[in-house]
């Protein structure tokens, strides 16, 4: 991987690289290890991600390398650089029409497709159900026993290199419509309940103590967060700005699914 590494690395500072052949095959070389999980954009590493922003520098690259073709699926046609991933047979997995996923993402044996999309560089794990009208955008790291419900929008992050993409841990229920985007992780087991939106400057607020505690980036392990507002003073007055509150905490249970249950009750969590 070192030598593939080194070669990114120097295209990546000189585009003129990218006539050579050995460059353009290392290029695509990477991007089939992604698509196979044999490299990922970022992994877990102890209690925190490392990002290995040499394996996203990778896939911009591809897309310079690559022509736009006819990708003709049925009546249905598309115009487009990168092709769709193929044998979801073998590789375990069910896919519903009109799920989609692009050649450069991984999907583990296991998960579930409904109608979706799901970009380059993604990675979706085991048991997870990727849900109606969802989207995993690109490079975003979806773990095992995921539930994205419908219209969830995972966001994507390419550029730059080394920033962490959006990250949604093992066990995490994603409500309806929730928007998490710009590198936000939710650490396992977590709940966010219908509606809610995080960005990197969304106010993540625990109110379940005497004194609110605020979190920005992150939603810590077995939360239950729903949609909210605080004040906030501008020149032209006071106005409610969105925020997430975290209401309780899922039981510290090994039977993930009766926590879930549980937390959905006893909160009032709409999903």
Not at 28 to 46: I, K
Not at 121 to 136: H, I, K, Q
Request: glycine residues 10%; aromatic residues 8%.
């Amino acid at each position: 991987m070192q030598e593939l590494k080194d070669i990114i690395e120097k295209a990546w500072e000189d585009r003129s690289l990218l006539a050579k052949v050995e460059v353009v095959d290392t290029i695509r070389e990477v991007v089939n290890h992604v698509d196979r999980g044999m490299l990922r954009v970022a992994e877990p590493d102890g209690d925190q991600w490392k990002v290995n922003d040499w394996v996203k520098k990778a896939i911009v690259l591809y897309f310079p390398i690559q022509q736009m073709e006819t990708i003709e699926v049925g009546p249905f046609e598309f115009h487009d650089k990168i092709p769709l991933k193929k044998d979801y047979k073998g590789q375990g997995v069910r896919v519903v029409p009109h799920a989609i996923a692009r050649y450069g993402s991984f999907i583990e044996s296991g998960a579930i497709l409904m109608p979706s999309y799901v970009n380059i560089g993604a990675w979706v794990g085991s048991g997870t159900m990727v849900d109606t009208w969802a989207t995993v955008g690109s490079c975003a790291q979806i773990g095992r026993h995921v539930h994205l419900s419908g219209g969830v929008g995972i966001g994507g992050v390419l550029e730059p290199p080394q920033a962490s993409p959006t990250i949604i841990e093992d066990n995490c229920f994603i409500g309806s419509r929730c928007i998490v985007v710009e590198g936000v992780r939710v650490r396992k087991e977590a709940v966010l309940g219908a509606n809610v939106v995080l960005t990197q400057s969304t106010h993540i607020i625990d109110v379940t103590g005497e004194s609110p505690v605020t979190y920005k980036g992150e939603v810590p392990e077995r939360s239950v967060v729903i949609p909210g507002s605080y004040t906030k003073k501008f020149p032209a007055g006071e106005y409610q700005v969105p925020c997430a509150l975290i209401i309780g905490k899922r039981k510290a249970s090994t039977d993930t699914k009766v926590s879930l249950n549980d937390a959905l009750r006893d909160y009032s969590v709409s999903v």
